[in-house]
T-cell receptor
Framework: AQSVTQLDSHVSVSEGTPVLLRCNYS??????LFWYVQHPNKGLQLLLK????ATLVKGINGFEAEFKKSETSFHLTKPSAHMSDAAEYFC???????????WGAGTKLIIKP | NAGVTQTPKFQVLKTGQSMTLQCAQD?????MSWYRQDPGMGLRLIHY???????DQGEVPNGYNVSRSTTEDFPLRLLSAAPSQTSVYFC??????????????FGNGTRLTVT
């Protein structure tokens, strides 16, 4: 069975410092993995996706994530946080042919000036 | 392109009332779905559809009905509203889910309060 665990409900960093949002997953088969972002009072937007072609995935706004099969992790990183990155981030897993995506509980990213 | 359009944006219901949340997409996506979002719980799938005339239950289907008579529209019906259905509802569509090249496109959400 699939599951997703986002290890931190809140992450607080200072502007200009690195961001790390952690995600572990479990999947019986080769998964597809996504990160979505939700800015306050807005809908959700795809940040990046794992296509199985490359383990390091680059997304929008300078974010990237690395798929580590041995650690069943898909952590999201950014070298330098910006105030506009303040949002909630969701890690999502799906399996080929399974129409139900499994969502993590979300990590709220707080950026301190 | 409008993408995914949800109406209404806000709704207040009394316990026992019924209503329909509308969702339409203009991207010719086969897959459509309804989620509810509650604090600390991420998104939970209510119902989904893989094409016109085909619907199936998600994780939390009780108290909700759906239909898919056309590719474009996927309304969500609350049969008899309960306070536990107070939530933010999102409609989402994709070309075909379960594949990395078919990300979800979301509407802007409907904030529902049941008193």
């Amino acid at each position: 069975a699939q599951s997703v665990t986002q290890l931190d409900s809140h992450v607080s960093v200072s502007e200009g410092t690195p961001v790390l949002l952690r995600c572990n997953y479990s999947s019986s088969y080769s998964p597809s993995l996504f990160w979505y972002v939700q800015h306050p009072n807005k809908g959700l937007q795809l940040l990046l996706k794992y296509t199985s072609a490359a383990t390091l995935v680059k997304g929008i706004n300078g974010f990237e994530a690395e798929f580590k099969k041995s650690e069943t992790s898909f952590h999201l990183t950014k070298p330098s946080a910006h105030m506009s990155d303040a949002a909630e981030y969701f890690c999502v897993v799906s399996e080929m042919g399974n129409y139900q995506l499994i969502w993590g509980a979300g990590t709220k990213l707080i950026i301190k000036p | 392109n409008a993408g995914v359009t949800q109406t209404p944006k806000f709704q207040v219901l009394k316990t026992g009332q019924s209503m329909t949340l509308q969702c339409a997409q203009d991207m010719n996506h086969e897959y459509m779905s309804w989620y509810r979002q509650d604090p600390g719980m991420g998104l939970r799938l209510i119902h989904y559809s893989v094409g016109a005339g085909i619907t199936d239950q998600g994780e939390v289907p009780n108290g909700y009905n759906v239909s898919r008579s056309t590719t474009e529209d996927f309304p969500l019906r609350l049969l008899s509203a309960a306070p536990s259905q107070t939530s933010v509802y999102f409609c989402a569509s994709s070309y075909q889910t379960g594949q990395a090249n078919s990300p979800l496109h979301f509407g802007n959400g409907t904030r529902l309060t049941v008193t």
